[in-house]
T-cell receptor, first 114, second 112 residues
Framework: DADVTQTPRNRITKTGKRIMLECSQT?????MYWYRQDPGLGLRLIYY???????NKGEISDGYSVSRQAQAKFSLSLESAIPNQTALYFC?????????????FGPGTRLTVL | EDQVTQSPEALRLQEGESSSLNCSYT??????LFWYRQDPGKGPEFLFT???AGEEKEKERLKATLTKKESFLHITAPKPEDSATYLC?????????????FGSGTRLSIRP
C-alpha cells in the first residue's frame, strides 16, 4: 500500500464550487504539506503543518484553507474554486530523521475548474 | 537569494548512452539537497538526499554527487524506463521545510 494517499485523483468542478482534497499517510511523519504544480512554474507551497496544532501559510495560500484532522490526515479546501486554480495538487510528508526535511509525495490530484 | 537552476531543460539520449544532469544552487549554507524522479501526471518519487560536499549516493543506474555549488545526477547505460523529469531541490541550513526550493526539472527521454 502507498505511504501517502490522496483523494480524489481527478476532479472536474465549476467556478464557485467548494472543493476538498484529502491526504492520508501511514509514514508516521509529523510534518505535512500541500503543493500545487503548474507547467513552467514548478512546485509551489500552499500550506504546511509541523504537527496537529500547527498550521502555516505557504507561498500561495490565498483562496485555500486547510485542516489537520489528525497526525495522519491533512485536507486542503478551495472555498470558491476559480479557473486559475486548475493544477496538479500534491500532498507531502517529511521528518527530520536525516537532519534535512526529505519529503515524500502522494500521487497527486488533477483538479480542473471550469 | 537562495536559488536552484537545473540544466539542461530537456535531454534526449539513446538507450545505453550515459550522461549527467546538473543542479546548480546558491544557498546560505546547505542543509540538504534532494533529487526526485517524476513521471507525467504523478507525484515526485524520492531518490536521494545529499548533505555535504563530496558525498555520493547510488541507486541502480543513478549516481548523485555533490559539490559546494552543484550536484550531478549521473545516469549510466540508461534504459527507456528511465525516461522522466528529474527534479532537484535544496534546503538551506537555517531554513525550515517551508523554504525548500525546487528547480524546474530536466525532462529526460531515452530512445530504444
Amino acid at each position: 500500500d502507498a505511504d501517502v494517499t490522496q483523494t480524489p485523483r481527478n476532479r472536474i468542478t465549476k467556478t464557485g464550487k467548494r472543493i476538498m482534497l484529502e491526504c492520508s499517510q501511514t509514514k508516521g511523519h509529523d510534518r505535512m504539506y500541500w503543493y500545487r504544480q503548474d507547467p513552467g512554474l514548478g512546485l509551489r507551497l500552499i500550506y504546511y503543518s509541523f504537527d496537529v496544532k500547527d498550521i502555516n501559510k505557504g507561498e500561495i495560500s490565498d483562496g485555500y484553507s486547510v485542516s489537520r484532522q489528525a497526525q495522519a490526515k491533512f485536507s486542503l479546501s478551495l472555498e470558491s474554486a476559480i479557473p486559475n486554480q486548475t493544477a496538479l495538487y500534491f500532498c507531502a510528508t517529511s521528518d527530520l530523521a536525516g537532519e534535512a526535511d526529505t519529503q515524500y509525495f502522494g500521487p497527486g490530484t488533477r483538479l480542473t475548474v471550469l | 537569494e537562495d536559488q536552484v537552476t537545473q540544466s539542461p531543460e530537456a535531454l534526449r539520449l539513446q538507450e545505453g548512452e550515459s550522461s549527467s544532469l546538473n543542479c546548480s544552487y546558491t544557498v546560505s549554507g546547505l542543509r540538504g539537497l534532494f533529487w526526485y524522479r517524476q513521471d507525467p501526471g504523478k507525484g515526485p518519487e524520492f531518490l536521494f538526499t545529499l548533505y555535504s560536499a563530496g558525498e555520493e549516493k547510488e541507486k541502480e543506474r543513478l549516481k548523485a554527487t555533490l559539490t559546494k555549488k552543484e550536484s550531478f545526477l549521473h545516469i549510466t547505460a540508461p534504459k527507456p524506463e528511465d525516461s522522466a523529469t528529474y527534479l532537484c531541490a535544496v534546503q538551506a541550513r537555517y531554513s525550515s521545510a517551508s523554504k525548500i526550493i525546487f528547480g524546474s526539472g530536466t525532462r529526460l527521454s531515452i530512445r530504444p
